[in-house]
Nanobody, 120 residues
Framework: QVQLVESGGGWVQPGGSLRLSCVASGSTASIYALGWYRQAPGKERELVADIIRSGSITYTDSVKGRCTLSRDNAKNTVYLAMGSLKPEDTAVYYC??????????????WGQGTQVTVSS
């Protein structure tokens, strides 16, 4: 079992910045990947960025150059620094962990989500 707690969302004007944090607890040694997803009203949840054990990071095209994902292994925390925010970045942002279960299969764990609103 892994628990995820997000923080850092809020309201920001277009062009502004936010940093989201996700702290993992529980069976953190079994985490294969940590990442951020978002879901805007009326849209499907989509990947924003994630990082796997090797440190390889994937970004969705719409945030490349504007967002930076980083990881602090000592704190079991992953951060998403977002800049040059646009109204279309408005969404609930969720932290997700891909965890290797006892069976060897991957289990998904989600945080409760944090709202990011970009508007003037």
């Amino acid at each position: 079992q892994v628990q995820l707690v997000e923080s850092g969302g809020g309201w920001v004007q277009p062009g502004g910045s936010l940093r989201l944090s996700c702290v993992a607890s529980g069976s953190t040694a079994s985490i294969y990947a940590l990442g951020w997803y978002r879901q805007a009203p009326g849209k499907e949840r989509e990947l924003v960025a994630d990082i796997i054990r090797s440190g390889s990071i994937t970004y969705t095209d719409s945030v490349k150059g504007r967002c930076t994902l980083s990881r602090d292994n000592a704190k079991n925390t992953v951060y998403l620094a977002m800049g040059s925010l646009k109204p279309e970045d408005t969404a609930v942002y969720y932290c997700k962990a891909d965890v290797i279960g006892d069976s060897g299969l991957m289990d998904d764990y989600w945080g409760q989500g944090t709202q990011v609103t970009v508007s003037s």
